[in-house]
C-alpha cells in the first residue's frame, strides 16, 4: 500500500518558471547573468551615453517603483490568504465547502485579469468608490488567490497519505493534523511556487496602470505622452521590470536550493 | 477475563460497488498482554484488519471492540480509541518537518495538551527505551530506516496506548536493520503490551507470538500457538504458504 518514498520529498512540478535560473548553470556567463547585469549596465550606460532623455526617465519612472511594489505585496499577502483557505477547500471531505471552492478557482481561472480589474473597478464603482489601488490590489489578490489555491491544493495533495493517517492513528483531529502535520509541510513545497506567483504577479501589476495607479508602467506612458521619446521611455520601463524579476527569480531559486538541502 | 480486543464478523469490501472483497466474516479475540501474529499472501487482508481496528478503515459489516469501547460505533469518539491504540506502519511516516523527541511529543502537546516541559522527560525516556537518547533532535532523514522504525515506535507509546499494531514494521528494512526494530517489539511484548503484528518474521513470533493467524482472501484460515502452525499447520492453504515464505 504506502510506498517508502526513497528519493525523499514531493515535488511540484512548476508550470510558469521560465524564469527561475537552471541550478545546473553555473557557469560565469549563464543566461541570468548576461540578461541580469546586461540590464543593470544598460541602465547605467545610457544616461551616459546619451543623457538627455535617458536621465530625465530615470529621474522621472522609477517613482513608480513604490506603487508597483504596493500592489504586489498587498495583492501577494491576500492572494496568500484566500489561497490558504481556497487549497483547503478544495481537499476539503465538506461538499458545499468544496464546491465554492471549485467554482471560484473555475470562474477566476476563466476570465482574463484586465477584465477582472475593470470589472472590480467599474462595477464595484456603482455601489460604493473604491479608490483605484484599493480596487487594483482586490482584482489581483481574487486572481492570484486561485492560483494560489491551486498551488496549495496540489502541495497538500502532494504530502503522502501515511502522514495524515499516522497523525489520525495518534488520536489528532483532521483540523489538528493539518495544522501540525500536513500545513508545515505544505509550506515548505509551496514556496517556491508561490515565489514564481509573485513574479507573475509583480509583472501583471503593471496591468493597473490602466486604472490610473502610477505605477513603473505609467509614469513611463506620461513621460511618453509629453515628451514624445517613446521609445526611450519604454526601453527603461523593460529594462526596470527585467531587473526586478530576474532579482527575484535568483531569490526563489536560492530559497528553493536552501529548502532542498534543509533536511526534508 | 474480557478480551482487549474483540473482532466480530468483520466483512470490509472495496470498490463502487462493494465488488473487492478484503475482509469476509473475520472473528478474533486478543486477551490482554498476548500477540498475535498476522500471516498471509499479498492482498490477503492484513493490513486492512489492522487498520479496521483503530477505524483507519470502515468496516462494512461487523464489529470491533476495544474493551468497552466500540471502534465500529459510528457515533462514538474515535479519537479517544485512537489514543488507546498505538500503530506503526511498514513505511515509518515519521513527520519529516520535525525532529525525533518532536515526533513523539506531538501527540502528547496537541491531543492531550500537555505542556511541553511535562510531556519532555517521558518522550526522553521513550527514545531511550528504544536506545536513541542521542538522536533526540535529529530530523528523520538524517536516520536510518531502523533508527526511524524505532522512533515510530516511541512515538506510539508516548500515548500509552493498550494495544499496538504493527504492520510489516521490518519490510522496508535492510536486512542488517531488522533485529534492532524486532528487539524493540520483543521487549515490548515481555513487558506486557497487547499486540497484533503482521509480519512474516518466523524468529520473533517464536520468541514472542502467543498465537499466529493465517490469513487468505479475507478470511482467517487457520489459528494456532507458533510451533503448530510453523510445524504442524492442518490446513493445505497454510501449509502451502508457509513452503513457500520458508
Ligand atoms: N483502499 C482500497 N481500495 C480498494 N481496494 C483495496 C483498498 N485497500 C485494500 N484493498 C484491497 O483489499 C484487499 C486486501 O488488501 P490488504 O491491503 O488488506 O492486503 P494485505 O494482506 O495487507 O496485503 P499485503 O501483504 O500486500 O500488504 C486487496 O485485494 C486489496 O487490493
Ligand atoms: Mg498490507
Known sequence: MAEVDKTGRPQITISDGALIPDRAEKSLFSAWRISFFGAIGLLALLPILSPTPYLDILRFVPD???????????????????????????????????????????VIRG?????????????????????????????????????????????????????????????????????????????RLVLPPIGNEFIALLKDSSLVSILAVSDILRRGREYAATTFRYFEAYTVVALIYLVMTLFFSKLVGIMEERLEHRGS | ME?????????????????????????????????????????????????????LETLSAGSIWIDQDEVTNPHGDIRQIREEVGMVFQSFNLFPHLTAVENILLAPTTVKREPRDQALPRARRLLARVGLSEKENSYPSQLSGGQQQRVAIARALAMNPKVMLFDEPTSALDPEMIKEVLDVMLDLARDGMTMLVVSHEMGFARAAADSVVFMDEGQIVEIGPPERIFDAATEARTQKFLKHIL
Do not use: H, W
Not at chain 1, 491576500?78 to 471549485?102: E, P
Not at chain 1, 477582472?116 to 489578490?141: D, E, H, K, N
Open chain 1, 64 to 106: 513608480g517603483i513604490l506603487s508597483t511594489f504596493q500592489v504586489t505585496v498587498a495583492s501577494i499577502l491576500i492572494a496568500l490568504i484566500i489561497g490558504l483557505f481556497t487549497g483547503l477547500g478544495r481537499v476539503s471531505r465538506i461538499t458545499i465547502v468544496n464546491r465554492i471552492a471549485t467554482i471560484y478557482v473555475e
Open chain 1, 111 to 187: 476570465i482574463p485579469l484586465l477584465v477582472q480589474l475593470f470589472y472590480i473597478y467599474y462595477a464595484l464603482g456603482q455601489f460604493v468608490a473604491v479608490p483605484r489601488l484599493t480596487a487594483a490590489v482586490i482584482a489581483m489578490s481574487v486572481c492570484y488567490g486561485a492560483y494560489m489555491g491551486e498551488i496549495f491544493r496540489a502541495g497538500i495533495l502532494s504530502i503522502p497519505k501515511g502522514q495524515m493517517e499516522a497523525a489520525l492513528a495518534l488520536g489528532l483531529s483532521r483540523g489538528q493534523a493539518m495544522r501540525k502535520v500536513i500545513l508545515p509541510q505544505t509550506l
Open chain 2, 3 to 55: 478480551a482487549r480486543v474483540r473482532i466480530q464478523n468483520a466483512s470490509k469490501y472495496f470498490g463502487k460497488r462493494g465488488e473487492i472483497t478484503a475482509l469476509r466474516d473475520v472473528s478474533l479475540q486478543v486477551m490482554p498482554g498476548q500477540v498475535f501474529l498476522i500471516i498471509g499472501p499479498s492482498g490477503s487482508g492484513k493490513s486492512t484488519l489492522l487498520r479496521s481496528i483503530n477505524r
